[in-house]
């Protein structure tokens, strides 16, 4: 009895470890992440709350945008509520595992018997969706999946979080097929509790194994399951899977302006403002622009770096775009990749305290910014409100007010209202002609 007890908190102690280790890291990488986020230029969009919780609610609690693609949409409702309902489960897994119970919610009686089977049943979905997700990505071969950007690590990406999900699922439901054998057999500390839907089909496989070897399946199977979640946690920072945390303050913090409305550029205002009238006076704690547009990430404002760390790869921004649909560079998604991909690289080089001779400019080429024709597309498809068309028109600021590199057809356009006041090369005289025609 003295060698279960000791064994017991032996267990306690290495669940404990490992459930410390897995929280603190996590909570590591969710501090970097942040503080990259705020790398950002500041932007107040602390307006109308009631507006943006109702905004939260409908787009990212209810994806009230996902079932624009009615397949898709389901498929990943399911996920997503198999996500977090399930997670129920792994508060009880986990103060099992701390305080050495078994099913410490059972004396909920019937409420439990009901959840339990819920679970099941919801899991059973999550892994038959999962299936359906991983064949419609390597089998189907949908085109949004298969562009340029998507080769690589990020198909890879896609494949071991659907892989995961698949077998944690299944851990799940061999445990739980254990678990009513050896509560049929009235072993100790297994608990009469719970319905059992889908996984009392896994039953026959492993019946007729001995008492010790199921005590032995259900806890690898236990333990497989809890550190898989562990695990999986410390992934998703790390992955385009991240976006199931970041999709609330995202939609929370989208902008209630029209989506057509762009931002006016107050430097710009400010500076006109000034060289106009010799009597003005600076505003209070006006320092003059050190740049015009987006360099480099810390450009952007924090919610547009906030856009890139949510975005979930899934591509109906770029297959929703006119010009990547007919054939011209741009891939609004890879605008959203990109800008990820050198946020991290800006974050690293601050932890390692070095520099690097990038910008943002190195990963998104002119041609990919002047192929969009500012028609928010992208915008209005993306599932949780990402907006890469600012991003664009920040980068294409910088390129005209500090390189002086706009397309020809534009730097023509600039000369004649330069020179005519009009966008055409008319004279002074003649530029209102065109009402008389």
């Known amino acids: 009895m003295m060698y ?179 509560q049929s057999r009235g072993v100790e500390h297994y608990v009469q509790a719970g319905t059992f839907p889908i996984s009392q089909f896994i039953v026959p496989l492993i019946d007729r194994f001995s008492t010790d070897f199921l005590i032995a399946y259900e806890r690898i199977a236990w333990w497989f399951h809890i550190i898989g979640i562990i695990v999986f946690l410390n992934y998703l920072p790390k992955s385009k899977h991240w976006h199931i945390v970041m999709a609330f303050p995202n939609t929370y913090y989208t902008p209630l302006k029209p989506k057509g409305e762009l931002a006016n550029m107050e430097s710009v205002t400010t500076e006109i403002k000034l060289m106009m009238d010799p009597n003005a006076t600076p505003p209070d704690d006006y320092e003059a622009p050190e740049g015009f547009g987006a360099k480099d990430v810390q450009d952007l404002s924090w919610k547009n770096l906030m856009d890139a760390y949510t975005c979930t790869e899934c591509g109906r921004c770029t297959s929703a775009c006119p010009a990547n649909l007919t054939g011209k560079a741009l891939s609004p998604r890879k605008i959203m990749m990109d800008t990820r991909d050198r946020l991290e690289e800006v974050g690293a080089n601050i932890d390692n305290n070095s520099t690097d001779e990038k910008n943002l400019h190195s990963y998104v080429s002119s041609e990919e910014l002047w192929a969009c024709t500012s028609c928010n597309a992208c915008v209005d498809a993306c599932p949780i409100n990402l907006n890469p068309l600012d991003i664009i028109v920040q980068m294409r600021q910088y390129k005209v007010m500090e390189e002086s590199a706009a397309p020809t057809e534009l730097n023509n356009m600039f000369t004649n209202l330069e020179n005519n006041g009009a966008p055409w090369q008319f004279s002074q005289m003649d530029k209102a002609n065109w009402r008389d025609s």
């Open 4 to 182: 279960i007890c000791i064994m017991q908190w032996i267990s306690q102690l290495i669940f404990l470890f490992i459930l410390g280790a897995g929280v603190w890291y996590f909570a590591k990488q969710v501090k970097t992440i942040r503080r990259n986020i705020f790398l950002g230029r500041k932007e107040d969009l602390s307006d109308q709350p009631k507006r943006r919780w109702a905004q939260m609610a409908r787009v990212a609690l209810g994806q009230g945008k996902m079932t624009k693609k009615p397949v898709a949409g389901i498929l990943h409702i399911i996920v997503y509520a198999g996500f977090v309902l399930i997670n129920i489960e792994v508060m009880e897994i986990i103060i099992d595992g701390l305080a050495g119970t078994h099913r410490v919610f059972s004396f909920l009686g019937e409420v439990y018997d009901l959840a339990i089977g819920f679970f099941e049943i919801l899991a059973f979905l999550v892994l038959v969706a999962c299936v359906i997700l991983i064949l419609r990505r390597h089998v189907l071969s949908i085109a949004r999946f298969k562009k340029p950007e998507m080769k690589g690590w990020p198909t890879k990406d896609a494949l071991i979080i659907l892989v995961t999900e698949v077998v944690l699922m299944g851990a799940l439901l061999k445990m739980n097929a254990a678990d009513q054998i050896l």
